[in-house]
């Protein structure tokens, strides 16, 4: 079942082919609810809500002396108030006496601040007295015997070194949004305000199928016309890259009995299958036939350099939704652009995340490159660093980039060398040194 307009002449543009393949494209429905350190790199498919205010209670921010701030008035380096110490509050334990006028009780990081006292007193601000009243020494840490009494050497206001309750997290707020990826930090935050379990998506599990003659498995002897596999390693790294599950179906040879039956496979066992090779208009490029035999094909030959053969289309799946076929072109380069503009999208939308595109920069092209007419090109290019690692830009902002090597369809050097893609419009034949580009970071 072949749609009649995409296999007109007219190449489809960058926006019009992002608009296919993610039209009607929802997140996955399986979810499942973990602890929230097992759930790390997964996608939330609900917000996560905190069971307990973080932090639970008053607790002192400071080693030093929980004190009635009204009783340190007036105290100075040179007439400090003297506070009788009645007890102390270790970290993990509550006080067992409260606070009363010219009392303090020595107090540590984290410890709850007892009863009666609305400050704390850092340690460096008071001198320890013995009780043969002898003054130890300023300063000093908060450990060893229990002092008698203490020095307050400033005036310490209500709430000083006090972490107020719920200070930085209120019981029953969002912490975490769906659709953001569990990073270490919302792991921290979720298990320190008392949240068990966080629920998330299944990672949607992507076939990929190598093709070609020519193509071999790592190992095997290339003889006299072989090429060693780069694309299905590649594609398979950019789909474990991008969040989700990658299924090997291994290389077909350009025939299309060998091509249908591991699509089928494919569509049976993924979310997804991706073809490299075969989507051309070449004598053994089998890919487009197998795709309308075990599906439908909805575009073909998109305005983008590299890549512009580029198949998408459906499987469908007996109660069950239908697979998404994704056929991108054997050059390798031309293969990890197009996922990247088509394929990376439609996988994040899939898995859940609530941004689907790589961060996107102005820059300013330092050499000339030149592309295709009425095509989108994207280019590989390096970002110009300071001595210290960090990005160069100009005084407007823009990021100084140059060629990360030949640019044709086949070099995967430049590719391991870029940073990022620039990208020149259909309207212009290239660009000079100065012109501005519109950047597409590769990181992440």
Not at 48 to 55: D, K, T
Not at 215 to 228: C, F, H, K, M, N
Request: with cysteine; charged share 25%; glycine share 12%.
């Amino acid at each position: 079942m072949t749609a009649p307009a995409a296999r007109g002449d007219r190449l489809l543009s960058v926006e019009e082919a992002r608009e296919q393949v993610l039209t009607g494209l929802s997140p996955l429905d399986d979810t499942r609810a973990v602890a929230p350190e097992a759930a790390l790199g997964g996608v939330l498919a609900e917000d996560v809500v905190a069971g307990v205010a973080l932090p639970p209670w008053d607790n002192s921010a400071m080693d030093g002396y929980a004190i009635r701030s009204a009783d340190t008035a007036g105290a100075s380096e040179e007439a400090p108030v003297r506070l009788a110490v009645v007890g102390e509050v270790p970290a993990g334990r509550a006080a067992e006496v409260r606070v009363g006028p010219g009392e303090a009780l020595r107090i540590a990081t984290g410890a709850p601040v007892p009863d009666g006292a609305d400050a704390v007193v850092p340690v460096e601000q008071t001198t320890p007295i013995d009780a043969e009243g002898a003054a130890g020494a300023r300063g000093r840490d908060a450990a060893g015997p229990l002092p008698a009494a203490c020095l307050v050497h400033v005036e310490v206001p209500p709430g000083g070194s006090i972490r107020e309750v719920g200070s930085d997290i209120r019981a029953g707020v969002r912490i975490a949004e769906a659709g953001r990826v569990v990073t270490p930090a919302v792991v921290a935050l979720a298990a320190g305000s008392g949240v068990t379990e966080v629920r998330v998506r299944r990672r949607p599990v992507v076939a990929v199928l190598a093709t070609g003659d020519e193509v071999r498995s790592p190992g095997e002897p290339l003889g006299s016309a072989g090429i060693p596999d780069a694309n299905g390693p590649g594609l398979r790294s950019l789909v474990r890259a991008a969040g989700a599950e990658a299924l090997d179906l291994g290389i077909a040879r350009d025939e299309l009995d060998d091509v249908r039956a591991r699509l089928r496979r494919g569509i049976d066992e993924a979310d997804a299958v991706i073809v490299s090779g075969g989507v051309s208009v070449g004598p053994y490029d089998v890919v487009k036939l197998a795709f309308d035999e075990v599906g439908r094909m909805e575009l073909w030959r998109v305005a983008v350099q590299p890549g512009k053969p580029f198949a998408f289309g459906h499987a469908e799946r007996p109660g069950r939704p239908p697979a998404l076929l994704f056929g991108l072109p054997g050059n390798p380069v031309s293969s990890f652009v197009t996922f990247d503009l088509f394929v990376r999208p439609a996988l994040r939308r899939l898995a859940g995340h609530r941004v689907i595109d790589r961060p996107a920069d102005r820059g300013v092209m330092l050499e000339a490159a030149s592309k295709s007419a009425g095509r989108r090109a994207f280019i590989r290019v390096i970002a110009e660093r300071e001595p210290d690692g960090r990005v160069a830009r100009d005084g407007r902002g823009r990021v100084r980039v140059s060629l990360a090597g030949g640019q044709g369809s086949h070099v995967l050097s430049a590719l391991v060398a870029a940073d990022a893609l620039a990208v020149i419009p259909e309207s212009v034949a290239g660009v000079v040194p100065g012109d501005e580009v519109e950047l597409r970071w590769l990181e992440g």
